[in-house]
T-cell receptor, first 113, second 110 residues
C-alpha cells in the first residue's frame, strides 16, 4: 500500500518557468489537498478537493492551479514560477468519515532561482 | 494574530526527562485537535488526536483546555527518538481546512 505518492522530490526552476507537481493516493480518499511549508510558518493550505471534479482555494492559492479528474490524482501546477514559491510542498489526503487523520506524501522541495 | 500559535522552542532535554508544551488557538468554536510529529526533512505524521477529556498514548499525554483555548502535549521518560518537531493542528470550522501551528522543536540529548 503506497499511500500518498508525490513527484518529483526535488526540482529547481528558473523564474517564469512552469511545472506540475504530481500527487497520487491509493486509499480511495475523497479529500486531497496541497500545502506549502516555509521556515517558521505552519503548513499553509494552497488548494483542496473534496472529490473528483471539485476543487477550491485554500489560504495561499495565487500562482497555483489544480484539477481533480480522478479520485486518485491531484496535480498542482505552478503557472509562472517566482522565487517566493521556493518552498517544500506536501500533498495530503483524508477520509472524512474516518479519524480525521491527514496522510502526507514525502514532500517536494522546489527552488525557484 | 495567528490562528494557531506554538512556542517554537527548541526544548533541549536529557533522556528520561519530562517535557511539556502548549499550543493556543484563536477560534473558540474549534471542533477537533491533533498533534502531528515531523522529523527533519520528512512529512508530518499523526501522533495523536486530542479528546475533550484528555488522552494518553504510552508516554504521550494530550490535554485540551477549551476555556483558555489551548492544547498541550506532555512527553514522559523522553527517548532520543522523540527528537522531532511537534505540530499542533486544529480543525476550526468543522471542515477539511485544518490550521497548522509552526511547530515546537524538541531535542532529547543522551
Amino acid at each position: 500500500n503506497a499511500g500518498v505518492t508525490q513527484t518529483p522530490k526535488f526540482q529547481v526552476l528558473k523564474t517564469g518557468q512552469s511545472m506540475t507537481l504530481q500527487c497520487a493516493q491509493d486509499m480511495n480518499h475523497e479529500y486531497m489537498s496541497w500545502y506549502r511549508q516555509d521556515p517558521g510558518m505552519g503548513l499553509r493550505l494552497i488548494h483542496y478537493s473534496v472529490g473528483a471534479g471539485i476543487t477550491d482555494q485554500g489560504e495561499v492559492p495565487n500562482g497555483y492551479n489544480v484539477s481533480r479528474s480522478t479520485t486518485e490524482d491531484f496535480p498542482l501546477r505552478l503557472l509562472s514560477a517566482a522565487p517566493s514559491q521556493t518552498s517544500v510542498y506536501f500533498c495530503a489526503s483524508l477520509e472524512p468519515l474516518g479519524t480525521g487523520e491527514l496522510f502526507f506524501g514525502e514532500g517536494s522541495r522546489l527552488t525557484v532561482l | 494574530r495567528k490562528e494557531v500559535e506554538q512556542d517554537p522552542g527548541p526544548f533541549n532535554v536529557p533522556e528520561g526527562a519530562t517535557v511539556a508544551f502548549n499550543c493556543t488557538y484563536s477560534n473558540s468554536a474549534s471542533q477537533s485537535f491533533f498533534w502531528y510529529r515531523q522529523d527533519c526533512r520528512k512529512e508530518p505524521k499523526l501522533l495523536m488526536s486530542v479528546y475533550s477529556s484528555g488522552n494518553e498514548d504510552g508516554r504521550f499525554t494530550a490535554q485540551l483546555n477549551r476555556a483558555s483555548q489551548y492544547i498541550s502535549l506532555l512527553i514522559r521518560d523522553s527517548k532520543l527518538s522523540d527528537s522531532a518537531t511537534y505540530l499542533c493542528v486544529v480543525n476550526m470550522r468543522n471542515d477539511y481546512k485544518l490550521s497548522f501551528g509552526a511547530g515546537t522543536t524538541v531535542t532529547v540529548r543522551a
